[in-house]
């Protein structure tokens, strides 16, 4: 069974202090990773995604990818109370297929 | 841009009714997929389309089938709806079932068995 874990949080950060989300993965197989942001209510939006070890950045947001410990993060600097939502990390091994996603991590930044 | 749409956005039904959930994706993507997603469950795979004219099940298939009805449209219809049924249902789409794809999501149905 393949399964990718997050902690639920939530995980709260004052605004304008940096946001670290983390996730781990039991396939070492997996090629693909994203990372999905959840508002309440609403539908998984994309954020980035990312497949090479080391890190990518966009904007405020840092993915970081390390294969041989089967952990991605997300890093949001600068976080905003707008950035307050669900994450979600999704999965893709190696045979293609489907994504298995994390449970999600909880975010709040605090004003 | 629509994206993906789904109807409809809410329903109640009682203990046995049967409904389909429709979807429609208008940005030719090939493959199409239908989730649910539980407080602290996650998103969970029911069925998944890798292209038109194929379906397979996914992690939770139990009580639910699926059409795909051209390249545009995924239904999943719950023929005798139980009460564990109730969920919020997500539609997605990908240009590919591989590679770097991701997924892009409708806006969910919200159902509630009775």
């Known amino acids: 069974q393949k399964e990718v874990e997050q902690n639920s949080g939530p995980l709260s950060v004052p605004e304008g202090a940096i946001a670290s989300l983390n996730c781990t993965y039991s396939?070492?197989?997996?090629?693909?990773f994203f990372w999905y942001r959840q508002y309440s209510g609403k539908s998984p939006e994309l954020i980035m995604s990312?497949?090479?070890?080391g890190d990518k950045e966009d904007g405020r947001f840092t993915a970081q990818l390390n294969k041989a410990s089967q952990y991605v993060s997300l890093l949001i600097r600068d976080s905003q109370p707008s950035d307050s939502a669900t994450y979600l990390c999704?999965?893709?091994?190696?045979?293609?297929?489907?994504?298995?996603f994390g449970p999600g991590t909880r975010l709040s930044v605090l004003p | 841009n629509a994206g993906v749409t789904q109807t409809p956005k809410f329903q109640v039904l009682k203990t046995g009714q049967s409904m389909t959930l429709q979807c429609a994706q208008d940005?030719?993507?090939?493959?199409m997929y239908w989730y649910r997603q539980d407080p602290g469950m996650g998103l969970r795979l029911i069925y998944y389309?890798?292209?038109?004219?194929?379906?397979d099940k996914g992690e939770v298939p139990n009580g639910y089938n699926v059409s795909r009805l051209n390249k545009r449209e995924f239904s999943l219809r719950l023929e005798s709806a139980a009460p564990s049924q109730t969920s919020v249902y997500f539609c997605?789409?990908?240009?590919?079932?591989?590679?770097?794809?991701?997924?892009?999501f409708g806006d969910g149905t919200r159902l509630s068995i009775l």
């Open positions: 997605a789409s990908s240009l590919t079932t591989g590679g770097d794809q991701p997924q892009h």
């Open positions: 940005m030719n993507h090939n493959s």
């Open positions: 999704a999965v893709r091994g190696d045979y293609g297929q489907n994504f298995v």
């Open positions: 396939d070492r197989g997996s090629q693909s």
């Open positions: 990312i497949y090479s070890n």
């Open positions: 389309s890798a292209s038109e004219g194929t379906t």
